[in-house]
């Protein structure tokens, strides 16, 4: 019988080194980015980073993914402070992880397999339970012969059929696609009384917030909704969809808080979450949430919407919320020189005020800067998130605005 691999959130903190490559056309701040996020992730696990590796190549190398002279210096790291866990920033093919397995004779994980463990912790109710077993499942079965070692040796000898018998390999493989089979009738039933669930609420106007992991859409859903989402600092703190009804100005609304996105999300994971991406899908209105103090927050908002043009939800009316206004930090301006500060005509706009002027008239969307720790221009917010409900809300109720809002 097959078992799950084990969270590494175990009861004693694993250390890990992380291992990252740079391409030909990458900036090392990128990486560096990259890097401290899948640190992020790690801690997200319980997994203390000990050291990260970074290595410039224009492809991964086909067997062990770095080049040999940089796998043997991370292999002797590991070795000389005796580290448990190997955490690399790409997924790993299964002869990758294999060679790689030989050559540490630790834990290797890949970037997809961390991010499943965490959703796996995360997972509350029982379809986003049943969406990551299966997303799970799906990405072991190629590499089953890497994640367990008794998995060569042979069953047969006397009393069985076929001789030397057939490997426990197969077996498992066998095992492992009658759970998949098992969890997508079991995921199938679960979505038909979703689907049920959204078609009742078709006579209201649904508004989903998303955005990248992280960012605060589950402090706004409190805030707007006066619900008890659970609200952390770490990746992936909301897994479960979560919907509230919320009215503003008389105007009544259906408000969902949805799981972060992240860069490189596993295409199983996607996958396996379709119908609590339906929630962003069937969607009225979008609440964009960014954290506008994280210096790639421009990166993380293509990576949002590059995902949802993905899933088919690109053309759904958006309010762009930049959130964590009050965290921003302002870039220190040079004067020029032979130039007096005191001396100018007129002040300069800070930078935030720059900000705000780029990116409230990009693309002629709706843009709000807020900070929902401090429950700063909250108001504004509301006032452009009503905008957008209205137009749905009397198209659905063409009377009501004759007969009860004026």
């Known amino acids: 019988m097959i078992e799950p691999v084990k969270s590494l959130n175990g009861k004693e903190e694993e250390q890990a080194v992380l291992v990252a490559l740079i391409g030909k056309f990458q900036k090392e701040e990128t990486i560096r980015e990259h890097i401290d996020e899948l640190a992020f992730l790690a801690s997200t696990l319980g997994v203390q980073t000990m050291h990260t590796f970074t290595q410039r190549l224009e492809r991964p190398d086909k067997r062990t993914f770095v080049g040999k002279g940089k796998l043997e210096e991370v292999v002797a790291y590991v070795k000389a402070k005796d580290v448990k866990v190997v955490i690399f920033d790409d997924d790993l093919s299964p002869s990758q992880m294999r060679n790689l397995e030989d050559a540490f004779e630790v834990k290797i994980y890949d970037r997809s397999m961390l991010i499943l463990d965490i959703f796996l912790k995360r997972a509350q109710t029982a379809q986003a339970k049943t969406q990551v077993e299966l997303a799970r499942y799906q990405y072991l079965m190629p590499r089953l012969t890497n994640m367990w ?12 059929m076929g001789g030397a018998g057939e490997k426990e390999i ?15 009738k079991k995921l199938e039933k679960i979505e038909k009384q979703g ?19 992280n960012v605060g859409k589950s402090t706004l859903m409190n805030l707007l909704s006066k619900a008890t989402v659970k609200a952390e600092n770490k990746l992936f703190a909301t897994v479960d969809a979560t919907v509230r009804k919320v009215v503003i100005d008389q105007i009544p609304f259906l408000l969902s808080d949805t799981v972060g996105f992240i860069r490189k999300l596993p295409h ?13 899908r069937e969607a009225d209105v979008l609440l964009h949430v960014v954290d ?12 949002v919407n590059s995902t949802l043009a993905d899933i088919g939800a690109a053309d759904i ?21 032979g130039e007096d500060i005191f ?12 900000l705000k002027e780029s990116h409230m008239s990009k693309d002629a969307k709706a843009a709000v800067f807020v900070s929902a720790t401090k429950k700063e221009n909250i108001d504004e917010l509301k006032e452009a998130l009503l905008e957008k409900v209205k137009k749905r809300h009397f198209t659905i109720f063409p009377n009501y605005l004759k007969n009860e809002y004026y």
């Open 317 to 337: 009316p958006i309010v762009m919320v930049y959130n964590k206004m009050d965290l921003y930090k302002e870039d220190t301006q040079e004067v020029p020189e």
């Open 268 to 280: 199983h994971l996607i996958e396996s979450f379709k119908s609590t991406l339906d929630e962003i």
């Open 343 to 354: 001396e100018a005509d007129e002040p300069a706009d800070s930078p935030l005020e720059l």
């Open 170 to 184: 197969e077996t498992d493989r066998r095992n492992l696609r009658n759970q998949i089979d098992v969890l997508k």
């Open 149 to 160: 070692t008794h998995l060569e040796r042979q069953r047969g000898g006397t009393g069985t």
């Open 195 to 213: 689907l049920t669930q959204r078609k009742s609420r078709g006579s209201i106007v649904r508004v989903a917030l998303v955005g990248y992991t």
């Open 292 to 303: 506008v103090s994280h210096p790639a927050f421009e990166d993380q908002i293509n990576v």
